[in-house]
């Protein structure tokens, strides 16, 4: 295999050991936010029991993020040196805004909130984690205001062979960005609320701690529903902005061989890729344009036009990115999320019913939900980036281009196979952890140890007992 794929594996397979751990970041450090609120606001024990109990899966999580993010930057030196030449005027400057600023805010005041229980108020110790919450999901911004830019170039010149800055507001202000940071904050929350509610319904299930329990999946239910339908909502403005600025990514997730007006959209195909036409196919007439356009008519490009197109404008090459895998990531990602959004529904539909939420029909199959936005995650980053190729800026430079020149074959896989066993390692080592943790419940010194009455109940079964 030569470098250029080795160094795109490589990148591949840390890109997505990172990003098992970012979304849950996301979303999980808003939701202890949100307990530890309700505890200062209400002065009950269960939401302070709560946020101890998801506050310590949340640094879990956070840990392995740090190490996972860390080599990724590294790469950018020493597999993509060519990249980092031509972008890293460009590229360096929000990466370094989101170390300096976003990383060190939510891990001064994360270590203000874990030694501070004792020593803060009530409302200072809150404010803390906010935060924390707050600098997690803006250093988010950060790194996505680097990756529009590959996306969508603005705010630059092309001096001496490199891409220079001009203009840091139109970096920051990329519309690409604008459609890709709401789209990927809101999957982090819908993440985070899958894992409240997948966790508590296994204990629930099992009759553990059910107030505290009974109280988290109610959170992350509504939590989860909100964050689900405005994650369908940002992914729809992100395919209409794929449409005006990457066509060919959109025909790619659609199979869509020939331009079409109006255009349909693909239930199911079956593709000749090297041949670029259908085998089998089911569509949907007029589907497509509703998508790009929000009417039932309207043109929408194909892979075959865009070819020539792309070949008029950039010179002889394959312009197509992986069709296959775009196609079907498209379909994992668009088909998780519905999923997701009719099993929040449900919940949501017991809870406003009053339903005893460990008494919800099956409720013990929750937990394997939370794989869902794991699946719809790592699905989206694929389209993003694979379905951006062969470019690596759009327009500017392909990725054949971009890696490190005197780099061998056998120093790649090494280090790809090092990195793979090690990422392998530290993931198995995080689910470990959580599982343990999560399986274990709250320890005894986060849960009250309420008087037992004459039947050996507890406080909080007696009231678990009577529906409160």
Not at 95 to 121: D, Q, T, Y
Request: glycine share 8%; proline share 5%; net charge neutral.
């Amino acid at each position: 295999m030569s470098v250029l794929t080795l160094s795109q594996l490589q990148f591949a397979i840390t890109a997505v050991y990172h990003f098992f751990f970012v979304p849950l970041t996301l979303g999980l450090s808003v939701l202890v936010a949100i307990m530890e609120t309700l505890f200062v606001r209400t002065g009950k024990e269960v939401y302070q029991d709560m946020t101890k109990f998801w506050g310590k899966l949340f640094l879990v999580n956070f840990a392995m993020g740090v190490v996972t993010g860390i080599v990724m930057e590294f790469q950018f030196g020493m597999n993509w040196s060519e990249y980092s030449r031509f972008v890293g005027d460009i590229f360096g400057a929000p990466l370094a805004i989101e170390a300096l600023l976003a990383f060190f805010l939510e891990s001064i005041f994360l270590g203000v909130w874990i030694f501070g229980w004792e020593r803060l108020s009530k409302g200072l110790h809150a404010a803390a984690i906010w935060l924390v919450a707050f600098g997690t999901n803006i250093s988010a911004l950060w790194i996505l205001a680097a990756n529009s830019f590959m996306q969508e170039p603005v705010g630059y010149a092309m001096e001496g062979g490199r891409a220079v800055m001009t203009d840091f507001w139109a970096l920051l202000g990329n519309p690409h960005l604008w459609v890709q940071f709401p789209h990927t904050v809101l999957a982090g929350f819908t993440t985070g609320a899958f894992f409240v509610m997948g966790i508590s319904s296994y204990h629930l299930a099992r009759r553990n701690h059910i107030p505290l329990f009974r109280r988290s999946f109610q959170i992350a239910a509504v939590f989860g529903t909100i964050a689900i339908v405005l994650v369908i909502l940002a992914g729809h403005s992100q395919a209409q902005q794929m449409v005006r600025i990457q066509p060919m990514k959109m025909a790619s997730a659609e199979a869509l061989w020939k331009s079409a007006d109006p255009a349909s959209m693909s239930l199911i195909t079956i593709g000749n890729e090297p041949e670029r036409r259908d085998v089998f196919a089911i569509r949907i007439p007029g589907l497509l344009s509703l998508l790009a356009y929000n009417r039932l008519d309207g043109l929408v490009k194909g892979i075959n036009d865009l070819q020539v197109e792309y070949e008029q404008l950039y010179g002889p090459g394959n312009y197509a990115p992986p069709i296959a895998v775009s196609y079907w990531s498209f379909r994992i990602m668009v088909g998780s999320g519905f999923l997701m959004l009719a099993l929040c529904l449900y919940g949501l539909v017991h809870l406003m019913r009053l339903t005893p939420v460990e008494k919800i029909r099956l409720i013990k199959y929750a937990p394997l939900a939370i794989a869902l936005p794991y699946l719809a995650n790592t699905t989206g980053w694929l389209l993003t980036e694979l379905g951006r190729q062969p470019w690596v800026v759009f327009g500017l430079m392909k990725t054949e281009e971009a890696f490190s020149p005197t780099l061998s074959p056998g120093m790649v896989l090494t280090s790809l196979i090092v990195f793979t066993l090690l990422y392998g390692v530290l993931m198995m080592a995080d689910a470990y952890l959580l599982r343990k943790f999560a399986i274990a419940g709250p320890q005894p010194e986060e849960v009250p140890s309420g008087p037992k009455d004459g039947q050996g109940e507890t406080d909080w079964e007696l009231e678990a007992s009577h529906g409160s």
